[in-house]
């Protein structure tokens, strides 16, 4: 059919579409570890990723969480890091670890030709890190160096504290690290975190990609009788100690001609009838490049070259966050230009034609991340480990179409009072 250029095409609005979330199929292996797989795309890859209870929600002394994954590569009874690392490369594969606060991550993507190769090798990392000494004091020193280096950028400053003030020092959201940290590790503290939290630990694994026939049997074989999921997940609970002065100012570097700016009150997590809603607002307010926020302060004022607002998105507790970085001397006025817009949106109702314009983007945005199946396995992973099933997903669609000016404007009197927010300047 020849296309007659001269015809302007149909625009449809993002909203009008009927959103559809694949399902993933669930099943468990031998030993109660359960597999969540999605299988599509087109090309013959494949990513796995085991999913452990592992993060520095978890840990007795900081940073041995994240300690302990990034060294779960560094050595196995078999395998030198440097074999480890050979062994992948050579099957172009790539094996990463990742550690948050409630869960810890062993990520793989590969060819799925490969993938009987490559598993018994995953699950000797699970099963016989060893921890080398001399591995950890290389860790140690790199670690120590970046440090050092990040503890000059005010950025880096103003997140490291924001967190702190909202938390607490103590809260696993809120505390941080120092070079005394890496100092204290000790090798013993890795091993007996590795052999409760990986080897005897509880463990969920998900897949996506162009799906092997024989995948299923193939994770029963190699991890359906490692010991885990035999104990519980400890029941651990924190309380929340945020600071009392709401208002702070820190000079990191007198002659710095940036200042790092945080603003940020606690918010509830993604459980709370509002959270859903809400995001709706945030858009409107700094959560995208055509934000009120990125409008003024950026493109009217001048002081910045980005600003956002965004939720925290953390399992237990969150924050509403509005981040940037603007030259010193018209810190103070980005800060005044940020509680005027929450004003505007407590005072005024949004306009129909701006309110349309975020729910197209918001859309266009979910139909981005149903593009491909490592995406759509990312949503189901996240809602999983929040405890939310495929319902979460219409509701969230269909508030996103039908939430009006009115509610917004409800919810920012309730959410948006500069009262509520601490405020911090790093220069």
């Known amino acids: 059919m020849n296309l007659n250029r001269k015809i302007t095409p149909h625009i449809t609005d993002a909203v009008s579409f009927d959103l559809q979330l694949k399902k993933c199929d669930q099943y468990n292996l031998d030993n109660g570890v359960p597999v969540y797989s999605l299988d599509a795309g087109a090309q013959e890859v494949l990513m796995i990723e085991w999913v452990f209870y592992a993060g520095n929600w978890y840990e007795q002394k900081n940073i041995v969480a994240a300690t302990t994954n990034f060294m779960l590569k560094n050595g196995t009874n078999q395998k030198t890091a440097f074999e480890i690392n050979e062994y992948f490369e050579f099957y172009g594969a790539y094996l990463n670890r990742s550690c948050y606060n409630e869960t810890a991550t062993i990520t793989l993507h590969c060819l799925a030709k490969h993938i009987n190769e490559l598993l018994p090798v995953v699950a000797e990392i699970i099963t016989a890190s060893i921890f080398p000494e001399e591995e950890l004091n290389t860790y140690r020193q790199n670690q120590q160096q970046r440090l050092e280096v990040n503890l000059k950028k005010c950025d880096f400053i103003a997140n490291r504290l924001i967190d702190e003030y909202i938390y607490g020092i103590h809260h696993p959201y ?89 603003l940020a009150r606690p918010f509830p997590n993604r459980h709370h009838p509002d959270y859903q809603k809400v995001q709706i607002l945030n858009n409107v307010y700094g959560g995208f490049f055509g934000s009120r926020l990125m409008s003024n302060i950026r493109e009217d004022k001048g002081y910045t070259y980005g600003i956002h607002s965004y939720i925290q998105n953390h399992i237990h507790e969150g924050a509403w966050m509005i981040s940037t970085e603007a030259g ?89 009072n500069p009262n509520d927010f601490y405020e911090l300047t790093v220069i």
């Not at 000790?186 to 463990?203: D, P, S, T």
């Not at 139909?367 to 490592?374: I, K, N």
Request: hydrophobic share 35%; aromatic share 10%; glycine share 6%.
């Open 328 to 416: 010193r001397d018209v810190c103070k006025a980005t800060i005044e230009e940020v509680y005027k817009e929450m004003d505007i949106l407590c005072k005024e109702p949004i306009e129909a034609e701006e309110l349309s314009l975020v729910k197209n983007y918001m859309i266009g945005s979910v139909l981005g991340d149903l593009d491909g199946p490592f995406q759509l396995i990312a949503r189901w992973k996240n809602y999983i480990l929040n405890g939310i099933d495929d319902q979460y997903f219409y509701n969230s669609v269909a508030i996103i179409k039908n939430t009006g000016s009115d509610e917004l404007q409800e919810l920012a009197n309730k959410y948006l």
């Open 174 to 262: 809120g505390k941080y690290t120092s070079t005394l940290d890496y100092d204290q590790l000790n090798r013993e503290e890795l091993v007996a975190f590795y052999q409760q939290f990986y080897q005897q630990g509880k463990c969920l694994i998900f897949t996506a990609g162009k799906i092997p026939a024989n995948l299923a049997s193939s994770l029963n074989h190699v991890f359906g009788q490692l010991p885990l999921q035999q104990r519980a997940i400890p029941n651990i609970q924190y309380h929340l100690h945020p600071a009392e002065e709401k208002k702070m100012q820190i000079i990191n570097d007198p002659n710095g001609v940036q200042g790092a700016i945080r």
